[in-house]
């Protein structure tokens, strides 16, 4: 008898729209993330901090989870996560060019600091990785509360060097709480290689040391990323404990606007990653199983950039907070100037 295998996202149970809608995430965060970068050089951005080659990782996690239950603990990198999760353009454009009505922090804190308590994403620090044992404590108190959440908590393979992921590991293995610890893991911590920043060759060799599975995944190829966090999420809620996922990414831009990655990296090795572009790849799946054609792909593209002229348009209109404002939320009583 003659079998014929079934695509992935079909295995996966993903319907052919669903399929084609984790493009289009894909596709948002990559074209806001390319205007931040116009719009820093034009002096209206403060600061970029890119998410060009973690697109797969992000949208593949955070589309395996539940929207409006699951928690969702981003770090700066995770645009394309938080879009995922049910941010807009408009959000992320209020939120770069530092606008009073930005929903994150109303234009204080900066670019790439997510934060929504509508949808269950909790405010992120700039300090690397101090959202780890913030996602641990929220999964505790979820399960207080006979809450089914599964709190995931995002990071960059430098952070696995703090204290706070060997803590928050810690502690979410001894008590077996929902919670999916998502290593994006780009090789760098800014400049610095991952050899000279852990003993062990890889992020997810340090999982046994806390008896959770590390689960290595391609993170460039987000139906891969799907599965790996759908299977950590169905862990997580049989009240198994929580789970590392080591997903390999590319760094496609520097660290930051502030950084000139030629000066620790060869041109070679920033062009070979860019062979690893998850865009391409997954559009290569899509035209490969017949879920998108050329007119489609730049149908969705045109969308894409009217999505973003539009919201681009109202975030340059809104206002700038008021500076007399500054110290609000900062102290508890505003000191005598
Ligand atoms: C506690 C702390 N130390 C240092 C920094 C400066 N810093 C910002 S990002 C970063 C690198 C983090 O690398 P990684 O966790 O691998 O994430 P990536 O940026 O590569 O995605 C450092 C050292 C910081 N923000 N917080």
Same mark, same amino acid.
């Given at each position: 008898?003659?079998?014929t295998?079934?695509?992935?996202?079909?295995?996966?149970?993903?319907?052919?729209?669903?399929?084609?809608?984790?493009?289009?995430?894909?596709?948002?965060a990559?074209?806001?993330?390319?205007?931040?970068?116009?719009?820093?050089?034009?002096?209206?951005?403060?600061?970029v901090?890119?998410?060009?080659?973690?697109e797969?990782?992000?949208?593949?996690?955070?589309?395996?989870?539940?929207?409006?239950?699951d928690?969702?603990?981003?770090?700066?990198?995770?645009?394309?996560?938080?879009?995922?999760?049910?941010?807009?353009?408009?959000?992320?454009?209020?939120? %770069? &060019?530092?606008?009073?009505?930005?929903?994150? #922090?109303? @234009?204080? +804190?900066? !670019?790439?600091?997510? /934060?929504?308590? %509508? &949808?269950?994403?909790?405010?992120?620090?700039? #300090?690397? @990785?101090? +959202?780890? !044992?913030?996602?641990? /404590?929220?999964?505790?108190?979820?399960?207080?509360r006979?809450?089914? #959440?599964?709190?995931?908590?995002?990071?960059?393979?430098?952070?696995?060097?703090?204290?706070?992921?060997?803590?928050?590991?810690?502690?979410?293995?001894?008590?077996?709480l929902?919670?999916?610890?998502?290593?994006?893991?780009?090789g760098?911590?800014?400049?610095?290689?991952?050899?000279?920043q852990?003993?062990?060759?890889?992020?997810?060799?340090?999982?046994?040391?806390?008896?959770?599975?590390?689960?290595?995944?391609?993170?460039?190829?987000?139906?891969?990323?799907?599965?790996?966090?759908?299977?950590?999420?169905?862990?997580?809620?049989?009240?198994?404990?929580?789970?590392?996922?080591?997903?390999?990414?590319?760094?496609?831009?520097?660290?930051?606007?502030?950084?000139?990655?030629?000066r620790?990296?060869?041109?070679?090795?920033?062009?070979?990653?860019?062979?690893?572009?998850?865009?391409?790849?997954?559009r290569?799946?899509?035209?490969?199983?017949?879920?998108?054609?050329?007119?489609?792909?730049?149908?969705?593209?045109?969308?894409?950039?009217?999505?973003?002229?539009?919201?681009?348009?109202?975030?340059?209109?809104?206002?700038?907070?008021?500076?007399?404002?500054?110290?609000?939320?900062?102290?508890?009583?505003?000191?005598?100037?």
């Amino acid at each position: 008898m003659q079998t014929t295998a079934r695509p992935m996202h079909a295995e996966l149970g993903l319907s052919a729209e669903q399929a084609v809608a984790l493009y289009r995430t894909m596709l948002l965060a990559r074209a806001i993330d390319e205007r931040q970068w116009i719009l820093q050089r034009q002096g209206r951005q403060a600061f970029v901090i890119s998410c060009q080659g973690h697109e797969a990782a992000q949208v593949g996690s955070a589309a395996a989870l539940r929207r409006g239950v699951d928690l969702m603990l981003p770090y700066y990198r995770d645009l394309a996560a938080v879009l995922a999760f049910g941010a807009t353009p408009r959000d992320a454009l209020l939120e %770069a &060019l530092s606008r009073a009505d930005g929903p994150w #922090s109303g @234009g204080r +804190q900066m !670019p790439s600091h997510f /934060g929504s308590k %509508a &949808l269950r994403i909790l405010t992120s620090s700039s #300090s690397v @990785g101090s +959202q780890i !044992p913030h996602a641990v /404590g929220a999964a505790l108190a979820a399960r207080h509360r006979g809450e089914a #959440s599964v709190a995931i908590a995002y990071f960059g393979d430098g952070a696995t060097s703090k204290a706070d992921f060997h803590e928050g590991a810690n502690f979410a293995a001894i008590h077996k709480l929902p919670v999916i610890l998502f290593c994006e893991d780009n090789g760098l911590a800014i400049s610095l290689p991952l050899e000279r920043q852990m003993p062990v060759a890889r992020v997810a060799d340090r999982a046994p040391a806390y008896g959770m599975p590390g689960v290595v995944v391609d993170g460039t190829e987000v139906l891969a990323v799907y599965r790996a966090t759908a299977e950590a999420a169905e862990r997580a809620r049989r009240g198994e404990g929580p789970t590392l996922i080591d997903a390999l990414c590319v760094r496609l831009t520097p660290h930051s606007s502030d950084d000139d990655h030629f000066r620790y990296r060869g041109r070679d090795v920033v062009a070979a990653e860019r062979t690893r572009d998850p865009l391409p790849r997954y559009r290569g799946y899509l035209i490969e199983h017949g879920l998108l054609d050329e007119g489609r792909d730049q149908q969705l593209r045109a969308e894409v950039t009217a999505e973003i002229e539009q919201a681009l348009e109202a975030a340059l209109a809104a206002a700038a907070p008021d500076p007399g404002t500054a110290l609000q939320h900062v102290f508890a009583e505003t000191p005598r100037s």
